[in-house]
C-alpha cells in the first residue's frame, strides 16, 4: 500500500520530524487521545466543520474513501468551470490531503482551510516582531502545506489560501443553532455530525465564521522567513524531506528539545514489560548514548518554569549537570515564600542527592493557615467553551460554567462534601443560574474559600462581565455581581474582595515542593505526592471513612482512597470508575489548569450534542459528578496533609 505525507503526519513533523517514524505503528504506543472524534467534539471541531459547509451553498461532497477513487471523484468534479467541494482529495508527487472546501472558478481554486478557532480583528495577529506568532504557527503551516500541494497538481491554477475561523467579533442570531449539529455514528461505527434542518435566513446572512486571506503568510513561510531566526532550508525542502522519509520508513535524526517533555510515544513501564518500544528513548539514545539506567535520573525537561532548551544544547541533560550558578542569581521576589530560582534550585538539589522528602517551608505556611477563617470551602468548577454558541447575541467561544462541587472542613476537622451543581439541560446558558447556586453555598457561613489556580477567579470574572452587559435581562444583578466581587480579585481593576478566594496552587509554589510531583504544580501530580509522603493521610483514607464518617454526595459508603501499588499509593484519579468507554482524559493541552477540566469538557460536549438513552446519560452525568468531587477532596487532602506538618 502506498504511503503519503497527509496533513495530520505533516503537522507531526512540524512538532518533531523524528515522529513520523514512530506514527501508526503498534509496537510504538501513541499516548495521546485515542479519540480524536471526542477530542474534535469538546473543541467544536466537528460542529464547525459541518456549520463551515452551509456556508457554500451548492457544494459537492467526496465521499469515497479509497484514496484512488476520491482523487478520481475530485479530479471529475474540477473538470467543472466552476464547482464547490466539500473534502476535495488532491494527491502530488509523494502528498496527499483532503481540502476542507476547494472553490473553482475558472482557473482560481479558493483553497480553504476550517479551523475551530477563534479570531477577532481587536485582539489577533499572525505574524509578530518575530516573525509568525507561536499561538498561530501550527494551523499556518497546515494551510500552507496544503496550498503547497494543491499548487503542485495544479500547476496552470492560480490557488489563494484561506483560514476559516470563528468570528468573536460577531454574536449568535438565534438560540438553538449549536443544535442543528448533532453526533451520530453509521452502521461502519464512523462518528459523523448531522445537520437538523437547514440555516435560517438570519444564520445564514450573520455567519459566525469568517474567511481570512493567509497568502502573505504562506509566502513568508514558503521562503523561510516566517522567523526570526531562517531554518536556512525552504518549505519546499523541508517537505519534500519529510515525505521522502516517511515514504522509505527512515527516521528523521531530531535533536533533543524541550518538546521532548510531551512526547506522545513515551511508554509506561507496563508497556516495555509488554514489548512495546518507546520512541523517546529510541532518541535519547541516538542522541545521547544512553543506557536504560541513565532514563532513571531527572532531567532539565522536569524543572518547572526553566529555559530548558539552553541547557539541552549546551549538554546539560541531567539535573545532576546543573550548578548553582546555572540556575542564575536571586531574581527579584515581592512574595513571601520561594521565588522561582529558589524553586528551581531546591529541585536540582533533592535530585543530586537523591531526597525524596519534600520541603516544607512550615513557618510560612502555618501563618497562612493561622489566618483561615472556618469552617473552609474548597471549590472546582468545570466548564465549557462552545464553538457555536447555545443562544442568541452570545459569541463563539464565550466560557460558560455548568459545574461545581463543593467540600467544607470544620475547625474541629470534619471534612463533607456539601454541595454540587450540574446543569447539562440543553442549549441552556447557565452561568447566572450556576453564579446563584454558588452563592447559596457560600452565603451559609462566611469561612475562607479556596480555589487551586486561576481558572475560578477568571471564570466568574468573565460572568460578571456578562451580566454588566446583560443587566437588563438579570433581575438580580446587583447581588450576583457584589458576590463575584466578593470572592474574587482583579489586577485590572486592582480589586480584591472582602472573601476573596485564596489560591491553593499559589501556595503549593511558594511553600511546598515534593520531588513525587517531578516539577508540575498541577493538583493531579501534587495529590498522589502529598499522599505518598503523608502518614496522617494515608492512615486516614486508606480506611473506610470516605462516605461514612465523612459525608459524600456521590461515592458509596466506605470509600478508600489509598491504595497501593507495591510501596507506592496509587494516583486516586485512576481509582475513578471509567467514563463512556475510555480514562478520564485530561490530555487536550499541555496547560496543567486546560488540561485538568479536558475530561469534563468532553463529556458534557456529548451530554449537549449527541442523542443517547437516558442510562447513557445518566451514567455520564454520575461520572461527571464523581470527578468534580473528588478534584474538591484532593484540595481538602492537600490542606489536611499541610495542617499534620505544621501541628507536629
Not at 531562517?230 to 525542502?237: D, K, Q
Request: aromatic letters at 10%; glycine letters at 6%.
Amino acid at each position: 500500500m502506498s504511503r503519503y505525507l497527509d496533513k495530520s503526519r505533516f503537522a507531526l513533523a512540524i512538532e518533531c520530524p523524528a515522529k513520523l517514524f514512530y506514527t501508526g505503528k503498534e509496537e510504538y504506543p501513541n499516548q495521546k487521545i485515542d479519540d480524536a472524534f471526542l477530542e474534535a467534539l469538546a473543541r467544536g471541531g466537528f460542529q464547525i466543520g459541518t456549520l463551515a459547509k452551509c456556508y457554500f451553498p451548492g457544494g459537492i461532497e467526496v465521499e469515497e474513501l479509497d484514496l484512488e477513487d476520491a482523487v478520481n471523484r475530485t479530479n471529475d468534479l474540477l473538470a467543472e468551470e466552476n464547482v464547490t467541494i466539500f473534502e476535495a482529495a488532491v494527491r502530488f508527487e509523494d502528498f496527499f490531503i483532503r481540502v476542507d472546501v476547494l472553490v473553482k472558478r475558472g482557473d482560481l481554486l479558493d483553497l480553504i482551510e476550517v479551523k475551530a478557532k477563534s479570531w477577532s480583528d481587536a485582539e489577533d495577529k499572525f505574524v509578530g516582531r518575530d516573525g509568525v506568532m507561536s499561538d498561530w504557527k501550527p494551523y499556518l503551516y497546515d494551510v500552507a502545506f496544503q496550498k503547497f500541494v494543491v499548487q503542485g497538481a495544479f500547476p496552470d491554477a492560480a490557488v489563494s489560501a484561506f483560514l476559516m475561523l470563528t468570528n468573536k467579533d460577531t454574536v449568535c442570531p438565534t438560540d438553538g443553532l449549536n443544535q442543528k449539529f448533532r453526533v451520530k455514528t453509521n452502521e461502519g461505527g464512523r462518528n459523523y455530525v448531522e445537520i437538523r434542518g437547514e440555516l435560517t435566513v438570519e444564520e445564514r446572512d450573520n455567519p459566525i465564521l469568517r474567511k481570512i486571506s493567509v497568502d502573505d503568510v504562506c509566502e513568508l513561510i514558503f521562503d523561510d522567513t516566517d522567523q526570526k531566526v531562517p531554518t536556512g532550508r525552504p518549505f519546499a525542502v523541508r517537505a519534500r524531506e519529510y515525505a521522502d522519509h516517511y515514504v522509505r520508513d527512515e527516521q528523521i535524526v531530531t535533536a533533543i528539545s524541550k518538546v521532548c517533555k510531551a512526547c506522545e510515544f513515551r511508554t509506561t513501564a507496563e508497556d516495555r514489560a509488554d514489548g512495546k518500544l518507546d520512541g523517546y528513548r529510541q532518541c535519547w539514545r541516538s542522541n545521547l548514548g544512553w543506557g536504560e539506567a541513565d532514563f532513571d535520573s531527572p532531567t532539565v525537561l522536569e524543572v518547572w518554569n526553566l529555559a530548558k532548551d539552553k541547557f539541552l544544547s549546551a549538554g546539560k541533560v541531567k539535573l545532576s549537570d546543573l550548578m548553582k550558578d546555572d540556575i542564575g542569581p536571586e531574581d527579584e521576589y515581592s512574595q513571601t515564600g520561594l521565588s522561582r530560582k529558589q524553586r528551581q534550585w531546591i529541585q536540582v538539589e533533592k535530585a543530586a542527592t537523591n531526597d525524596r522528602t519534600p520541603f516544607v517551608n512550615v513557618e510560612e505556611l502555618r501563618k497562612e493557615i493561622d489566618g483561615w477563617k472556618y469552617p473552609l470551602h474548597f471549590i472546582d468548577f468545570e466548564t465549557a467553551t462552545p464553538a457555536i454558541p447555545f443562544n442568541r447575541g452570545r459569541r463563539p467561544y464565550e466560557g460558560i460554567a455548568f459545574q461545581f462541587s463543593h467540600h467544607v472542613v470544620t475547625q474541629e476537622g470534619k471534612v463533607a462534601h456539601v454541595g454540587q451543581h450540574l446543569d447539562d439541560r440543553i442549549s441552556t446558558f447557565p452561568n447566572y443560574d450556576f453564579v446563584r447556586a454558588l452563592r447559596n453555598e457560600l452565603d451559609t457561613s462566611p469561612g475562607t474559600i479556596f480555589r487551586y489556580a486561576e481558572h475560578e477567579n477568571s471564570i466568574l470574572n468573565m460572568i460578571g462581565r456578562q451580566i454588566v452587559a446583560d443587566r437588563g435581562n438579570v433581575p438580580d444583578h446587583e447581588e450576583l455581581l457584589g458576590f463575584i466581587n466578593l470572592i474574587t480579585q482583579s489586577a485590572k481593576e486592582k480589586r480584591a474582595g472582602g472573601r476573596n478566594m485564596v489560591d491553593l496552587k499559589n501556595l503549593v509554589v511558594r511553600y511546598y515542593y515534593d520531588p513525587r510531583t517531578r516539577g508540575s504544580n498541577s493538583i493531579k501530580h501534587v495529590l498522589p505526592a502529598i499522599l505518598n509522603s503523608s502518614e496522617f493521610l494515608k492512615d486516614k483514607y486508606s480506611k473506610p471513612v470516605y462516605g461514612t464518617e465523612i459525608r459524600s454526595l456521590n461515592f458509596p459508603e466506605g470509600k478508600v482512597w489509598v491504595e497501593y501499588d507495591g510501596d507506592s499509593v496509587k494516583d486516586p484519579y485512576s481509582l475513578l470508575p471509567r467514563l463512556f468507554g475510555a480514562e478520564f482524559i485530561d490530555l487536550l493541552s499541555e496547560d496543567d489548569e486546560v488540561k485538568d477540566g479536558g475530561a469534563a469538557m468532553m463529556a458534557y460536549a456529548r451530554l449537549q450534542f449527541e442523542d443517547m438513552t437516558d442510562e447513557e446519560r445518566n451514567e455520564i452525568r454520575n461520572g461527571l459528578l464523581r470527578y468534580c468531587e473528588l478534584d474538591t477532596l484532593a484540595m481538602v487532602m492537600v490542606y489536611e496533609g499541610w495542617k499534620d506538618i505544621v501541628n507536629r
